[in-house]
Nanobody
Framework: QVQLVESGGGLVQPGGSLRLSCAASGFTFSTYTMNWYRQAPGKERELVAS????????NYADSVRGRFTISRDGAKNTFYLQMNSLKPEDTAVYYC?????????WGQGTQVTVSS
């Protein structure tokens, strides 16, 4: 079955960096677009970044473009979100996601807190 397992969240000061990882299994990783979402308290879940398949095309939310970088490693069936210059408004639970056979699958979520 499809599984997504996240790691890498935590507490960081403003201006700091974190890297999130998402290990995928149960499907052909190389052929699916992979996504990172986040959900802050009292807000809807929003798409943060996506990475395509063969060409590795990436897309970012305006709020994170230039600060976050999404990448994938086909050999490890893992994709990443490198977050730099973090701001308090980046505080949220971050979820990795794949839409596999019209069904959305989610990681368990990892808390990122940006605070001094």
């Amino acid at each position: 079955q499809v599984q997504l397992v996240e790691s890498g969240g935590g507490l960081v000061q403003p201006g700091g960096s974190l890297r999130l990882s998402c290990a995928a299994s149960g499907f052909t990783f190389s052929t699916y677009t992979m996504n990172w979402y986040r959900q802050a308290p009292g807000k809807e879940r929003e798409l943060v970044a996506s990475i395509g398949t063969i060409d590795g095309n990436t897309n970012y939310a305006d709020s994170v473009r230039g600060r976050f970088t999404i990448s994938r490693d086909g050999a490890k069936n893992t994709f990443y979100l490198q977050m730099n210059s973090l701001k308090p408004e980046d505080t949220a639970v971050y979820y990795c996601n794949v839409r596999w056979r019209i069904v959305n699958y989610w990681g368990q979520g990892t808390q990122v807190t940006v605070s001094s």
